[in-house]
């Protein structure tokens, strides 16, 4: 069996999900699997579809056509095709600490993440230990201010190379600018130590403490030129109280820093997130 | 716009999705949101489907009966048709607790739940105040052991005079026998002071207690005739801590009765819960 | 047995426990419980003791003269003393929504807050019903731009009238000015709908719902003269999705807002909650 | 500042606290925080404290001997003292799974756990190379029935010559019997990937799957002679769907049994868990 994931989205319209689910019948699939949701604001239609053909007979090339020719182009819709056997390549991106690092490549290990890591960069060599220990490559790119844009067109350079999909900042500590964000748009991942949008910025756990919160959190969310502003994908929170210091805060937060990533990056490989106006919607 | 919800299941085949929604077209319906869920054990398929028709032209029985014959025959299926202006008719079982019966009131008042309640039944009259002050019929029928099997034919039959489609046992203090429960098969609502299976049966609090757990649950499921083992709705878990004496434990489980409660009513009334071999599909 | 609670807080130095408690077990008293917390950054020490006498023998005046004089002056304490048995007098302010009313009146009956609520006051009549059923004096104060400042007078009379040790503002959609702040010193418990510092002031439901957050919260905070910006005494948050609405979103909050504001009033109501320069200390 | 940790339980009584704080204060030394507890069924009192005391003065010895002959043998208490500078030796027994390993490594060379880890022992092979990058000693100690007792003696050996002060099973798929749990009491830290009563023994996650739970837990607890019986430590818990398979639930376990098993560790190697008769105190 063929299976592959369907992502549209279109004006709401009638006849949507019988269109779209009959002419997969009509190609000798099933659809297996919908999830579908309205933005009544914007009168927005957004559908995820999982169907299985039979090996043997399925072109991918001539459904896509067809698709689009007799489904996409009628209902005007946006969509995309991905094959479930195809792995997305991620990118990872990291400084010092190694908390997100070891989470991911645990995950990675078990086979959790529907990905291929072809290479880790990083501004630092403190974490080049872990990447061999997992045997995967690493590129040590020191970042200066002087040299920032000759580096980012280095990493473009590598993402292309080994036709990179998507970016994760496990607690990569620089800014990245529209150089790489228009290459990449709504596919760089990064994990901000805050409940966004409260503590946009450099040091929100210090800020959570001088605020007195009784819970903090940690947001994932896509990386758009305005800092920490970007379509959020996930959060979650945790509770503080008076007698935690700003190290016990940096200790909680790795906890969730670690969970909210790893789960931003499952939904991210399995196409579950749409990113539509600065908001996602996100099929779990 | 006239509004149904459709809920089936059958054995999954091929072509289920696109057959019905094709069907919902062709009756010139649209069909606005599609819950499914396949139990690859069972070889099950289940869906909850939500869709519109002309108001002038749609024909309830009609369409049963077309449905019946082109969709619901073939595929074998079991299925359920519910106008979404049809609030379902809830009744509340009560004894003294009063917690359940405020919060489920207090919805009430504010629209949140899609029903109609057309009376509460209690053993005993501490509650009556309650019931009056939110203006519904109030119905005192204290229960022994000897009268048990008379109380229950007297709860029948307020229950077949006011065509009630399911009931709500609000920390109703009773066993309810077979003869109400094979009336009313996956339609009455129980709260149950535990995170089960642990704890089943009386006293829960303090076998929680006792065992030195660090979190209490509570628990919503439908009454089978095996106490305390019916297909579960909906759960939820609080922290306690060794300073928490019983007491305390009871006074942080109303608060998740309450809450769980609450959600199992809004799942049955939006038929959102199918039963199957004693597990449920929620779907939310 | 008499049971006393003592709150004191002074400039963190040695032997401040061993002191009081010596201080405590040489009248003839016991130290059952302490809390304590030390603001490193402050160097300030906080302790809360609950401490038992012989009823036949304890004169609470002669303590406090020989307390402070022996050990308040000496360390140079801020301390208060709380007989056990004297409930605190609690002001309820609603406007028109009733379900933290419900909530409160609901754990008052069952004996869960250890207060007394001498009044309700309202601008509006809708909730005067409820205060009927639950045996409360209800006063109706409508409030304009024009009155507000009579009306505030004439609450303050109340507040004085009744001995009203503590305010909480149950949704009540009014801006309370510095006239009853200063009065009631961080005395005056706000429930906000949101998780603060995220989304300040009105519409937090809708400012959350654009912003796309995964995430709402609820937070109860001592009401300062800066709108929203109190001290924190506690918070909690609850999931929301992409296909959830605004009402969606407000009916999740009112589940938070009863639990958090009840949790806030019971630290108050045991003299569990310490101030100092804008954030709480809660011992729980 | 030499900084030490007392460990008092005792028949509750009066003076206790006062007693042992003014003892502390005539040592030269200040008590600069306390915990307390009274079981009341068992009228039993529990405290630890932390003190501090001049580090050119203060003899650990002579403070022990005086406090046991003025203190310790008057309320007849057991008691403990730590210094805090002292780590715990804490040996890790893993199989297979890697999960829970990379997690406290990962602490553990974060410096959030206050513990040396001397050896990591293994019935497999497969996580070696974990613990060679994390340099830690690896003994690979085959278990079959046959071998099982000279296995125990041999693990016991290496336990003692590096003078282990407890155990953490990290997923270690083997039962431990007397012969080890007796030379260790409460001081075997096992993980249970079920909210414990429920679900006790092999396959929780397949007979919380059967039951149809909507929420799986986990369970760290000492190890005692009846299996998955002993005193709680900490659990956690999540959600889960009927979408779920018993993959998708090992899987979200995994990240409960990692959080949950590292707290676990914390508090006992901070010394803030007392057990008496099979349930904890857990001072946080």
Redesign the interface.
Known sequence: MKKITLLIHCKDQ??I???V??F??QNSG?????D???D?QENVFFMRLECVFDQATFNTENFKNEFGKKIGKPFEMQWQLHPATQKLQMAIFVSKY??CL??IL?RY??G?LNVHIPFIISNHRELE??AA?FNIPFYHIPVTKDTKDAVEKEQLELLKEHQVDFIVLARYMQIITSTVINEYPNKIINIHHS?????VGAKPYHAAFA?????I?TTSHYVTEELDAG???????IRV???N?IPDLI?KG??LEK?VLSRAIKLHAQHKCFVYK?????F?
Chains 1, 2, 3, 4 share one sequence.
């Not at 409940?195 to 503590?199: D, G, M, Q």
């Not at 605020?211 to 819970?215: D, F, M, S």
């Not at 600065?278 to 996100?282: E, S």
């Open positions: 009638k006849g999900i019988a269109s689910t009959n997969i019948l099933n659809t297996t699997y919908i579908q949701h309205v009544a190694d908390h070891y989470d645990g290990n078990t959790e230990h872990i220990n409940f966004l949008p409260a503590f605020r007195g919160v009784k819970i959190g379509p959020i994908i996930e959060q979650d929170t109280t008076h007698s210091t200790a790795r906890d969970i600065n908001k996602t919607i996100i779990t």
